[in-house]
């Protein structure tokens, strides 16, 4: 059975920077990609960024362009989302998937078969 276990939420004031994990267990992630997502109350599952787990090919949103980086480290089973420059907007829960990898980054949330429990980010002062 995959298990998505993410953590490094939490309460931070704007301008910090936050790294979220995300640690798969179940799975071989070698022929698979790992995605971050996010959520706020009332609006759809938002595609923040998702990486190739072989190769390490990337391709994220316009929205965090410049601010948020998607890393995975192969040995650990684990991917990344270092955010930095935080603003309240980016308040939200924050979702790690996987779906099997074939030559195509999907934004679709649809397109992912697994999911972590989702981890809270609250930016405020």
């Known amino acids: 059975q995959v298990q998505l276990a993410e953590s490094g939420g939490g309460l931070v004031q704007p301008g910090d920077s936050l790294r979220l994990s995300c640690t798969v267990s179940?799975?071989?992630?070698?022929?698979?990609?790992m995605a971050w997502f996010r959520q706020t109350a009332g609006k759809e599952r938002e595609f923040l960024a998702a990486?190739?787990?072989?190769?390490?090919?990337?391709y994220e949103s316009e929205a965090i362009v410049g601010r948020f980086d998607i890393s995975r480290e192969r040995t650990k089973n684990t991917g990344y989302l270092q955010m930095s420059s935080l603003k309240a907007e980016d308040t939200a829960i924050y979702y790690c998937?996987?779906?099997?990898?074939?030559?195509?980054?999907?934004?679709?949330?649809?397109?992912?078969?697994?999911w972590g429990q989702g981890t809270q980010v609250t930016v405020s002062s």
């Open positions: 998937a996987t779906a099997a990898y074939s030559g195509v980054l999907y934004r679709a949330a649809t397109m992912y078969d697994s």
């Open positions: 990486i190739s787990w072989q190769g390490a090919n990337i």
């Open positions: 179940g799975r071989t992630m070698s022929d698979y990609t």
